[in-house]
């Protein structure tokens, strides 16, 4: 035990004496704690992109779905994730070249900038806010888990630690802080799952070996629909379009579009985002496949602690505290930029409506960070159910945001009505589903949200359009890019109905079309690599 708590207390000594080091004046500019000066490059951009997105829910959750529903889980998180990369070049650099212009800092003040609306640009910010505290609550829930099956931490007082750590580091250093500790974070989490599923796999035998042990137990981890029949075709085709969706709106990822160097970093970052995302969230899926070897039966909120669980059991007290650092550290690196992006959020388009005019410090942000910390907290007290639902959930209305966003960039006229009735209607039926009053049918119910609320802007837009008798269809040049084209071949392949229900072939002990996601994704960067060597259209707006 005692090794255990020294190696934990290291790593949380590491972590926070990087965060202080970077540390920014406490009277600093909102650009230089929230953005980093807008200086991020290629390798600082994407380390920080990943380790952001890469969340307790990238440990905790998709080891507890490996655990409940096998391989099937790992195309929609490995494909699926990198996918939605494909938004860095239609939404990211034009957030960053409007962003830079106009010294814009939080995603709701280019909402503003957008569609000059202070209404609208409110109305988001307190969607933003909503639907990510949630989310954050994740990642204290995961470090209690964590620390309470290691040590024997009472839940509550994990979560309180972590929490403690991360706001620590994060009001001394802001974005800068974040950033470093982001690196250091994600690469420590990438290495240490791969050790740990090393070890896992060596202790039944061997990778292989675990693998035909638990495909003769558990054979429906290996094939569609999985484990518990979860994953049918429109279940499957829901998840990996709500990614696309949701994850350019979570604000922390957002914001990170406004703190790049120029254009071309955030076109490297989109271009080995896929094969990072395979990599990585293979790793933790496949421990919670091999987990049934050493836990069978668990369920619930039970199957999202299978990775301490089994670390504990199998590996020594130093490498069990270590490993599961690692999934702390993905829970960190996520909550410090919640933190950051919902601060700023906060002081610069809440707090400055109340005071009538905006901050030219990071003083109030800091303030914010507190309190909101605290929100997710209390939301982590009690966890209602498992990782995977509570963020489905919350990235279903996060989504919602993703038309006025797109449509903001790329038509030239836009009326922030539209926008408006859009997110409000789209809330109001994801509200509707949450309460069981609709039922989604074979999809879960982010698609249906998400045809009203492209419906209902395109809708309004277009009789915008016809009152001021502008109505006249162009169709925007970026559609004659041929790679978009290539794209789009690429998400129905991704779709693979052709497969479902099969086993066999297994190669190293995993079903073949498990690698045939891996070759989509491989394929994808190849098309995103012409994409960046293309000419843009010189005016690819409506």
Same mark, same amino acid.
């Given at each position: ?13 590491? &972590? ?113 806010? &909503? ?232 003083v109030t942000g800091r303030i914010f960070i507190i309190f909101i910390s605290l929100a997710g907290l209390a939301l982590a007290y009690k966890p209602p159910t498992t990782i995977l639902q509570i963020a489905t959930q ?51 119910? &982010? ?53 479902w229900g099969n086993i066999q072939p297994v190669f190293i002990g995993i079903p073949a079309w498990v690698w045939f996601f891996a070759l989509l994704s491989t394929i994808q960067t190849i098309v995103m690599a012409r ?12």
């Amino acid at each position: 035990m005692t090794l255990k708590i020294f190696t934990l207390l290291s790593y949380f000594l590491v &972590v926070l004496v990087i965060g202080l080091l970077a540390h920014t004046k406490w009277k600093c500019s909102p650009e230089s704690y929230f953005l980093a000066d807008r200086k991020l490059g290629t390798v600082m951009l994407l380390g920080t992109m990943v380790a952001t997105n890469f969340s307790a829910f990238t440990v905790f959750g998709t080891s507890g779905a490996g655990y409940r529903d096998g391989y099937a889980f790992f195309p929609i998180m490995g494909f699926g994730t990198g996918f939605m990369a494909l938004t860095f070049w239609i939404l990211g650099r034009k957030i960053w070249e409007i962003g830079r212009n106009k010294n814009v800092v939080t995603p709701s003040e280019l909402v503003n900038v957008l569609y000059h609306s202070p209404f609208l640009s409110l109305l988001f910010a307190i969607v933003m806010i &909503v639907f990510t505290i949630p989310y954050l609550a994740l990642q204290p829930m995961s470090a209690g888990y964590a620390l309470e099956e290691l040590l024997g931490l009472p839940y509550v007082y994990g979560c309180i630690l972590v929490t403690a750590i991360i706001v620590l580091y994060t009001l001394r250093g802001g974005l800068k802080a974040v950033v470093w500790t982001d690196l250091f974070q994600g690469a420590f989490m990438a290495v240490l799952l791969l050790v740990a599923l090393i070890i896992v796999a060596q202790h039944h035998g061997g990778f292989i070996v675990a693998n035909q042990k638990v495909l003769a137990t558990n054979p429906e981890l290996f094939s569609r629909p999985g484990g518990v029949d979860t994953y049918s075709y429109g279940i499957w085709f829901s998840y990996i379009l709500l990614w696309f969706f949701c994850d350019p709106m979570f604000p922390q990822l957002f914001q990170r579009f406004f703190s790049a160097h120029s254009k071309l970093s955030i076109s490297r970052t989109m271009l080995f985002y896929p094969i990072i995302c395979t990599v990585i969230f293979f790793l933790p899926i496949s421990m919670g496949v091999l987990g049934h070897l050493s836990f069978p039966g668990l369920a619930g909120t039970q199957s999202d602690k299978i990775l301490p669980m089994m670390l504990t059991s199998i590996s020594g007290d130093f490498m069990a505290a270590l490993i599961l650092a690692a999934g702390i550290a993905a829970l960190m690196s996520t909550m410090d930029s919640q933190l950051l992006t919902l601060s700023s959020i906060f002081s610069r388009d809440i707090f400055s409506l109340i005071r009538k005019q905006k901050s030219h410090n990071s003083v109030t942000g800091r303030i914010f960070i507190i309190f909101i910390s605290l929100a997710g907290l209390a939301l982590a007290y009690k966890p209602p159910t498992t990782i995977l639902q509570i963020a489905t959930q919350t990235f279903s209305g996060l989504a919602v945001l993703f038309p006025t966003v797109l449509f903001g960039l790329y038509f030239k006229r836009v009326y922030s009505l539209a926008a408006i009735l859009s997110i409000v209607w789209g809330e109001s039926t994801l509200l509707m589903f949450y309460l069981g009053l609709f039922s989604a049918g074979v999809f879960l119910p &982010v698609i249906w949200v998400m045809i009203v609320v492209f419906s209902v802007y395109l809708i309004t837009h277009a009789v915008m359009l016809w009152r001021e008798g502008l109505l006249a269809f162009q169709a925007p040049k970026w559609l004659h890019n041929p790679y978009l084209y290539m794209m789009a071949g690429i998400f129905i392949m991704a779709m693979d109905f052709w497969n479902w229900g099969n086993i066999q072939p297994v190669f190293i002990g995993i079903p073949a079309w498990v690698w045939f996601f891996a070759l989509l994704s491989t394929i994808q960067t190849i098309v995103m690599a012409r994409m960046i060597k293309s000419k843009p259209p010189t005016d690819p707006r409506l």
